[in-house]
């Protein structure tokens, strides 16, 4: 570690399970060009041999330095390289895996890590999840996103032709080792998606970190590594206290899905790849900002300040055009309906989200339709 010079500082965040006693506790951890800490992965292996699995994109660039280091501290190492891309989050991707494990004879002890985004990290987390009925896994994350959101939280899983992420299990890994240096190579698109969920946790729980997003966004673009270390610390201290306190979904980890809802009717309509998740999501939460407005929760002076930090976050804050029929069927897939009944993620203030389900079609129509101009 080069002295004095902060972004080499690393920051862990412990998910904290107890008291629940049979649950494991685990790190985060955080920092510019922490991956070459090689140790952090070793110490914490029950047996010295992994499996590594990758895509296409991010195998050439990190999978060699990796799996050199790795080497050099006499861990066995196995590389299971995937084809990129959501299409690819299926059955047929997940034998890969099974193949590979099989054909290798890994054994219940040897760890499985994820190398790459959230495709990489859903499909690897299940396999793990269900290898043997589970093998310990670690993530190491190398999109924003999944450096703030996927890999934390347990959620594994793929998509099955009738709907996205309807297969799948909880899950926990060993630990989290989240790198921002890696995210020097990802494509300012995927960079500015990844801010969505960023700024999603000021939305729901967080008003100062969403007041320090306004003042930092132009330094997050420019990926500063110290800017960069804090929004990635924030938002996993965030959402690692939300999975605490409930892991399985049942009470208030359902905030985390503000946006989504509108979201995934996009993404869905759209066509899935068209827009980006964090796009849909962006949109999504100024369609759930408005309708917060218009439930007389927040007023205008919000919904523009909600509007401004996506737009500088070079996100799309206008609904795509879909007749508001279609919206409304797309929002009733949503895996949160219960009992036909959709449940929409509002805000009471910047900071302070809750769960309604008291909306009125009447008003969820003109949500829709106001916010597509
Ligand atoms: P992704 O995994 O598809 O990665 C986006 C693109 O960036 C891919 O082409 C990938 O190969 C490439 N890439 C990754 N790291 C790179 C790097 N460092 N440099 C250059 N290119 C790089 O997409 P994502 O946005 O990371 O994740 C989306 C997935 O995560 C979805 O499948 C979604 O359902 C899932 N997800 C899961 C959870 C959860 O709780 N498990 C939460 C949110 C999203
Ligand atoms: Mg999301």
């Not at 290798?104 to 043997?132: K, P, S």
Request: neutral net charge.
């Amino acid at each position: 570690i080069m002295q004095g010079d902060q972004s080499n500082i690393m920051q862990t965040i412990m998910v904290d399970f107890t008291p629940s006693a049979e649950k494991r506790s685990y790190p985060i951890h955080i920092g510019h060009g922490i991956l070459q800490h090689i140790d952090l992965i070793v110490s914490c292996l029950p047996q010295k041999r992994v499996a590594i699995v990758s895509n296409s994109t991010v195998a050439p660039l990190y999978l060699e330095k990796l799996q050199t280091a790795l080497e050099k501290q006499g861990v066995r190492t196995m590389p299971i390289i995937l084809p990129d891309g959501e299409t690819h989050k299926n059955w047929e991707t997940l034998n890969i895996i099974f193949d590979a494990l099989l054909k290798n004879h890994c054994e219940r002890n040897t760890t499985i890590l994820a190398l790459g985004g959230g495709v990489v990290g859903d499909l690897t987390g299940f396999a793990a999840a269900t290898y043997l009925r589970g093998v310990p896994f670690i993530q190491i994350p190398t999109t924003l996103l999944a450096q703030v959101d996927s890999s934390v939280g347990g959620k594994t899983g793929i998509n099955h032709p009738l709907g996205k992420n309807m297969i799948g299990a909880f899950y926990q890994p060993l630990m989290v080792l989240a790198d921002s240096a890696t995210l020097n190579t990802l494509p300012d698109r995927e960079l500015r998606a990844g801010l969505a969920e960023v700024i999603k946790y000021g939305l729901i729980r967080d008003p100062a970190f969403f007041d320090w997003l306004e003042q930092n966004m132009h330094r997050l673009l420019a990926r500063d590594p110290v800017t960069l270390n804090e929004a990635i610390q924030r938002s996993c201290e965030n959402k690692a206290e939300i999975v605490a306190a409930d892991e399985k979904e049942k009470g208030i980890r359902a905030l985390l899905n503000l946006g989504h809802t509108f979201g995934h009717a996009i993404e869905n309509g759209m066509g899935y790849g068209v827009w980006l998740h964090g796009e849909a999501v962006a949109a999504g939460t100024v369609m759930a900002a408005e309708l917060s407005r218009r439930m007389k929760l927040i007023s205008e002076a919000d919904v523009q300040r909600i509007r401004k930090i996506f737009i500088q976050a070079g996100l799309p804050v206008v609904a795509p055009e879909m007749p508001a029929e279609k919206y409304l069927e797309l929002m009733l897939l949503d895996k949160k309906v219960e009992s036909g009944k959709t449940r929409f993620i509002v805000l009471n203030r910047i900071g302070e989200a809750v769960m309604r389900a008291d909306i009125t079609p009447a008003v969820l129509n003109e949500t829709i339709l106001a916010c597509m101009t």
